[in-house]
């Protein structure tokens, strides 16, 4: 066979894959949205279905003899880059697949149903000591996995990279205690300033009906293409699909009309981001969005960037006002937004602010690098847990349910994915800045709702290079420096010393 042959007949193999993982996607869409109380027991005959044959054509070894063949030819220098890079992808995932035994892949599976029903129940009895041995086990079998998947690597690392390629723990570390240094004294100068925001209006009856009416319209003003997308509502948001089919889902409360709105601009950002992938990418490793934490840093930048900006609700609030009828007929812009750019820290991550979220997520790291590195205990978690909310947000944990035991992640096996969330606030200030810069007039864009520039900015420089590099490489070709968090701590002093008159 010919090189080109050769290649060709690898990505077809992919593609396959990645079809079936498009409608195991689907079906985990349905699974959380329409399906019919009873039908679990047949939906999960389909997981197990799907996955089992997904895994089968993943490993299969004609897949690393073509890949041998690949290097190994002559010819090899004469494929493009963007053929090496599907070529170095596949292989990236090929090996991550094959080299862990069949025997530890099915007791993480295991596990992981165990764990999370024992985190739950744990939960909900406050009782630490119930979940402790799951999360220990957990944390036993990933390190066991990233021992299989690279012996040689830091086994943080190696789980970091798979939600964040190729970032390291030494790096996080420097970035997350700048991130410390920056926004540790910045909250406590928010917190202690006298213009403090009056935010009782944000729990005013506001109908789903309404709700569900700014959802489309906000979808629409940034861009979220409904013809290739849906809202739908979940116990929790989320985003999937790719390109001409991509997915959101909400949450609303009547009484509080702003988590849905948020939650529907931050899913938008991740279903755009995906909706605008180079086309020329579908159904190739490459078409993918390039980590983690660059989709969350689309997400952010449509929650926050936009869409907690006062120039946003200059354009915004006479049309939500328009939609929503009399019922915040007597709130003013200024008032608005500064009751909707609240910092107050607090115990829980998923409803913290814009400011206060990275530390929650400085938090988790920390431990779980320590944790991955044995210089702490399982034991002594809770301990550890609370004295760091005391340290780095002044708050004081009083149950574990609250603490150490609010998030899924651990019981699920992630860990090394915590650190994506706030990798997305660093990267989008710095796409920001390099905006700003080529957009003059980005102010003005946004103050008229004309967000159409910075989406096609952002659809140029980082949706459309899909999966061709590694985010610090592609975070480098975007703004012509590494990784820093100057960005974000000055976007954060800039605004909310404004909003909050120090
Ligand atoms: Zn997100």
Same mark, same amino acid.
């Given at each position: 066979?010919?090189?080109?042959?050769?290649?060709?007949?690898?990505?077809?193999?992919? &593609?396959?894959?990645?079809?079936?993982?498009?409608?195991?996607?689907?079906?985990?869409?349905?699974?959380?949205?329409?399906?019919? &109380?009873?039908?679990?027991?047949?939906?999960?005959?389909?997981?197990?279905?799907?996955?089992?044959? +997904?895994?089968?054509?993943?490993?299969?070894?004609?897949?690393?003899?073509?890949?041998?063949?690949?290097?190994?030819?002559?010819?090899?220098?004469?494929?493009?880059?963007?053929?090496?890079?599907?070529?170095?992808?596949?292989?990236?995932?090929?090996?991550?697949?094959?080299?862990?035994?069949?025997?530890?892949?099915?007791?993480?599976?295991?596990?992981?149903?165990?764990?999370?029903?024992?985190?739950?129940?744990?939960?909900?009895?406050?009782?630490?000591?119930?979940?402790?041995?799951?999360?220990?086990?957990?944390?036993?079998?990933?390190?066991?996995?990233?021992?299989?998947?690279?012996?040689?690597?830091?086994?943080?690392?190696?789980?970091?990279?798979?939600?964040?390629?190729?970032?390291?723990?030494?790096?996080?570390?420097?970035?997350?205690?700048?991130?410390?240094?920056?926004?540790?004294?910045?909250?406590?100068?928010?917190?202690?300033?006298?213009?403090?925001?009056?935010?009782?209006?944000?729990?005013?009856?506001?109908?789903?009906?309404?709700?569900?009416?700014?959802?489309?319209?906000?979808?629409?003003?940034?861009?979220?293409?409904?013809?290739?997308?849906?809202?739908?509502?979940?116990?929790?948001?989320?985003?999937?699909?790719?390109?001409?089919?991509?997915?959101?889902?909400?949450?609303?409360?009547?009484?509080?009309?702003?988590?849905?709105?948020?939650?529907?601009?931050?899913?938008?950002?991740?279903?755009?981001?995906?909706?605008?992938?180079?086309?020329?990418?579908?159904?190739?490793?490459?078409?993918?969005?390039?980590?983690?934490?660059?989709?969350?840093?689309?997400?952010?930048?449509?929650?926050?960037?936009?869409?907690?900006?006062?120039?946003?609700?200059?354009?915004?609030?006479?049309?939500?006002?328009?939609?929503?009828?009399? +019922?915040?007929?007597?709130?003013?812009?200024?008032?608005?937004?500064?009751?909707?750019?609240?910092?107050?820290?607090?115990?829980?991550?998923?409803?913290?602010?814009?400011?206060?979220?990275?530390?929650?997520?400085?938090?988790?790291?920390?431990?779980?690098?320590?944790?991955?590195?044995?210089?702490?205990?399982?034991?002594?978690?809770?301990?550890?847990?609370?004295?760091?909310?005391?340290?780095?947000?002044?708050?004081?944990?009083? *149950?574990?349910?609250?603490?150490?035991?609010?998030?899924?992640?651990?019981?699920?096996?992630?860990?090394?994915?915590?650190?994506?969330?706030?990798?997305?606030?660093?990267?989008?200030?710095?796409?920001?800045?390099?905006?700003?810069?080529?957009?003059?007039?980005? *102010?003005?864009?946004?103050?008229?709702?004309?967000?159409?520039?910075?989406?096609?900015?952002?659809?140029?420089?980082?949706?459309?290079?899909?999966?061709?590099?590694?985010?610090?490489?592609?975070?480098?070709?975007?703004?012509?420096?590494?990784?820093?968090?100057?960005?974000?701590?000055?976007?954060?002093?800039?605004?909310?010393?404004?909003?909050?008159?120090?």
């Amino acid at each position: 066979m010919t090189l080109q042959g050769t290649y060709d007949s690898l990505l077809q193999k992919n &593609k396959k894959a990645i079809i079936y993982q498009m409608i195991q996607a689907q079906l985990g869409w349905d699974f959380e949205t329409y399906m019919p &109380k009873k039908g679990g027991q047949q939906r999960s005959m389909q997981f197990a279905t799907l996955a089992a044959d +997904i895994h089968k054509l993943m490993t299969d070894p004609k897949i690393g003899e073509l890949i041998n063949n690949i290097k190994t030819d002559p010819d090899y220098s004469s494929l493009s880059d963007i053929q090496k890079r599907n070529l170095y992808l596949v292989e990236k995932e090929y090996n991550r697949q094959t080299k862990l035994p069949a025997d530890l892949v099915e007791e993480i599976a295991k596990h992981q149903v165990i764990a999370i029903e024992t985190w739950k129940e744990a939960k909900a009895a406050k009782n630490y000591a119930m979940f402790k041995p799951e999360l220990k086990k957990s944390l036993d079998l990933q390190k066991k996995r990233a021992h299989y998947l690279d012996p040689d690597k830091h086994p943080y690392d190696v789980l970091l990279d798979i939600y964040e390629p190729n970032m390291t723990s030494a790096m996080i570390t420097r970035l997350f205690n700048e991130l410390k240094e920056g926004l540790v004294p910045l909250i406590k100068k928010i917190q202690s300033a006298p213009n403090q925001p009056d935010t009782s209006f944000l729990s005013r009856s506001c109908p789903i009906s309404i709700q569900e009416t700014l959802a489309t319209d906000l979808s629409n003003v940034v861009h979220y293409d409904l013809d290739c997308g849906r809202i739908d509502t979940t116990e929790h948001p989320f985003t999937t699909g790719y390109y001409q089919d991509v997915r959101i889902t909400t949450h609303y409360y009547e009484n509080e009309f702003d988590n849905a709105l948020f939650s529907t601009m931050h899913e938008a950002g991740h279903a755009i981001y995906e909706q605008n992938l180079d086309e020329a990418f579908r159904y190739q490793p490459l078409g993918q969005a390039a980590s983690l934490g660059l989709h969350e840093s689309q997400s952010r930048f449509f929650e926050n960037i936009i869409g907690r900006s006062p120039e946003f609700w200059e354009y915004y609030l006479p049309r939500f006002k328009e939609l929503t009828g009399d +019922i915040f007929a007597d709130i003013d812009a200024q008032f608005f937004i500064h009751a909707i750019n609240h910092v107050k820290p607090s115990k829980i991550r998923v409803t913290a602010d814009e400011v206060t979220y990275s530390l929650h997520v400085i938090i988790r790291f920390e431990i779980e690098r320590d944790l991955s590195e044995g210089k702490i205990t399982v034991e002594e978690l809770p301990t550890i847990w609370n004295q760091k909310y005391k340290d780095y947000l002044g708050v004081d944990i009083e *149950d574990d349910s609250e603490g150490v035991m609010q998030d899924t992640h651990w019981a699920a096996g992630l860990f090394g994915y915590f650190p994506t969330y706030a990798l997305g606030n660093i990267y989008n200030a710095m796409q920001l800045h390099v905006i700003r810069k080529e957009l003059p007039n980005y *102010d003005d864009l946004v103050r008229t709702g004309n967000l159409k520039p910075i989406l096609e900015w952002l659809t140029k420089k980082v949706h459309q290079p899909a999966n061709l590099y590694d985010p610090a490489d592609l975070m480098q070709q975007i703004t012509n420096e590494p990784i820093n968090t100057k960005y974000f701590i000055e976007y954060c002093t800039n605004k909310y010393s404004k909003l909050y008159a120090f």
